[in-house]
């Protein structure tokens, strides 16, 4: 087994997913707001110790992804982040994309940055104790979008990343998200689900990525946010399930969501449902999942920037992460 691989399948471990806490300091900026939370990067260093702190965690959580600034921060007892959670069985993981731009010749639709001299920022961040890595694209539906040619440059350059990911010996999680906005129907979703995927696997396999060293972050097919449909769990799952038969292949160790705008509850219950649907047909990948605001969003709340309220907020805590691994076990009640 090569090293990406023993990364991915510690990643992939039974019980276990990703809590995603990479969000930059102009969207942690947002999250805050809503609270009145105080925006320094003091806060978000107490905000991302009080997550990484949490008690019996790593019972749930295989890996958690980091922000530039957050990387470089320490924690209360003086070691830089990436190695107390390291201690903690946890590994740490870096986002590496930067903004997105509006795409020639499409211009509602966007492209991500982040490839300008990233090799040297790899560097650093295996340096620094990173293990992976992650690069989200946006896929924005409507009547006419996406096009298949901002999908493909999306694709082209998730494949670039991927590869030079790997060149560092850092597992790359490719990120195509699909957003939940607009008044598009379930079928809608999983069409460019299936689109997106494919051509996203087009042109890794044509980078040359190792396809057995990489984790794939995808949204779960579903009916529009402002569409008014509402979808049962069951065609939620088989349409999910659909599209990456379609689109992903077999030799992709694992495949985790992203929540995406669901609530908690939802982002629990859908993948509780995928990976019971996915296990009776045979699917080759681990399910799991790599939640930002679905895992963070009632425990932001509880703690709202008060220092006594870290106790409760880290149990709040502590029961998402144990809800949502019992979930991608499929055995959440
Ligand atoms: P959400 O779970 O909030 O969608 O965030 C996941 C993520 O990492 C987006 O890049």
Redesign the pocket.
Known sequence: MSSLQAIAKELLAPHKGIL?A??SDSTCVKRFDKYGIEKTPEQRRKWRELLFSAPNISDGLSGI?LYDETIRQNASTGEPFAQFLLQQRILPGI?VDQKTEPFTGSPDEEVTKGLDGLPKRLAEYAKLGATFT?W?AVIRISDTLPTEECLRENAKRLAIYAKQSQEAGLVPII?P?VLLDGEHTLERSEAVLTQTLRITFEETVKAGVELSGLIL?SSMALPGKESGKVATLGDIASATLRAFFASVPKEVPGIV??????TPED?TARLNEIVKQARKQNAPWRIT????????EPVLKAWSGKDENVETAQKIFERRVQETSLASEGAFE
Do not use: N
Not at 257 to 262: K, T
């Open positions: 995603a990479d969000e992804i986002k992650k989200r990120e998200e972050k969501f992203l929540s995406g705008g669901q982002a999942f790599s939640y930002s605001r679905a895992l963070q």
